[in-house]
């Protein structure tokens, strides 16, 4: 089992920065694909950006390209999403999530996810 714990949610006007953290606990985690999604009010879960174990691969939405950098510390088995240039449609519940495959954290399929941090842009 891998326990997922969000942090860093609030509330921010538009132009803003934010920065999220995903602690992560119970298993290596310098073995697992890490990623960040968000949901906002009456749409389905997206991703957002994923991080590979050795932090040789990021890819982000082309929503967020430019504006958001995923990073990661495996002494510290934490997952950062710092975000830039917050709009109004970057408001979300935003969730961390944990997968052995890539591929399956991605399309939203992933094993592991946290209880999400709630982001809210105002204009």
């Known amino acids: 089992q891998v326990q997922l714990v969000e942090s860093g949610g609030g509330l921010v006007q538009a132009g803003g920065s934010l920065r999220l953290s995903c602690a992560a606990s119970?298993?290596?985690?310098?073995?697992?694909?890490m990623g960040w999604f968000r949901q906002a009010p009456g749409k389905e879960r997206e991703f957002v950006a994923s991080i590979s174990r050795k932090v040789s691969t990021t890819l982000y939405a082309d929503s967020v390209k430019g504006r958001f950098t995923i990073s990661r510390d495996n002494a510290k088995n934490t997952v950062y999403l710092q975000m830039n240039s917050l709009k109004p449609e970057d408001t979300a519940v935003y969730y961390c999530?944990?997968?052995?495959?890539?591929?399956?954290?991605?399309?939203?399929?992933?094993?592991?996810w946290g209880q999400g941090t709630q982001v809210t842009v105002s204009s």
């Open positions: 999530a944990s997968d052995l495959s890539g591929t399956r954290l991605r399309v939203g399929r992933s094993e592991y």
């Open positions: 119970g298993r290596t985690f310098s073995n697992y694909v």
